[in-house]
T-cell receptor, first 113, second 115 residues
Framework: DSGVTQTPKHLITATGQRVTLRCSPRSGDLSVYWYQQSLDQGLQFLIH???????AKGNILERFSAQQFPDLHSELNLSSLELGDSALYFC????????????FGQGTRLTVV | AQTVTQSQPEMSVQEAETVTLSCTYD???????LFWYKQPPSRQMILVIRQEAYKQQNATENRFSVNFQKAAKSFSLKISDSQLGDAAMYFCAYRSVKGAQKLVFGQGTRLTINP
């Protein structure tokens, strides 16, 4: 158990809908990263938050947004969902920005039908 | 931008044997980190081993070791005495020291252990 908790584990929704994925980092970790794992794109970095502030953006669509709350949990919001958004979404956390090691949650499997 | 390439989509090895997974990367940076992550059927991403680019000594963690060739931009993973529990997808990843603290992953290698 990495100590990073992601909910829900599985999510099935229809095209056009909006969903929210939640991540609770390890106790004391200030950095939260979101990654998307799909068959065609592999593992792609989406966004990084540190202590509530956005630090870096990757290949995140405009339909997607994220935030990190004062209690350090993070949410990834996906809207106007398309079939191609079906993927495994991972959250990872680390203590400091410069930490070498990030601990991953078990992921949320999103299926858009 | 940095890229990571794993040229072996699948590998198989007999239990108790040794297997080496290949990884090459491209970067213009001189200081960075390299990682191997394991993803078993449970989907959990598990850190296997980490290498700092400024260290010449190859990292070792029990049965797992790396061959880090900085000039060649090569970072292979050797698994000794393979066990059934080693069966998984293995991902090579790159992380800059400065700038965006993101991991750049290769496409992965699926490792099968034959009993």
């Amino acid at each position: 158990d990495s100590g990073v908790t992601q909910t829900p584990k599985h999510l099935i929704t229809a095209t056009g809908q909006r969903v929210t994925l939640r991540c609770s980092p390890r106790s004391g970790d200030l950095s939260v990263y979101w990654y998307q794992q799909s068959l065609d794109q592999g593992l792609q970095f989406l966004i990084h938050y540190y202590n509530g502030e956005e630090r870096a953006k990757g290949n995140i669509l405009e339909r997607f947004s994220a935030q990190q709350f004062p209690d350090l949990h993070s949410e990834l919001n996906l809207s106007s969902l398309e079939l191609g958004d079906s993927a495994l979404y991972f959250c990872a956390s680390s203590v400091r920005v410069e930490n070498t090691e990030a601990f991953f949650g078990q992921g949320t499997r999103l299926t858009v039908v | 931008a940095q890229t990571v390439t794993q040229s072996q989509p699948e590998m198989s090895v007999q239990e108790a044997e040794t297997v080496t997974l290949s990884c090459t990367y491209d970067t213009s940076e001189s200081d960075y980190y390299l990682f191997w992550y394991k993803q078993p059927p449970s989907r959990q991403m598990i850190l296997v081993i980490r290498q700092e680019a400024y260290k010449q000594q190859n990292a070792t963690e029990n049965r797992f070791s790396v061959n880090f060739q900085k000039a060649a931009k090569s970072f292979s993973l050797k698994i000794s005495d393979s066990q059934l529990g080693d069966a998984a997808m293995y991902f090579c990843a790159y992380r800059s020291v400065k700038g965006a603290q993101k991991l750049v992953f290769g496409q992965g290698t699926r490792l099968t252990i034959n009993p």
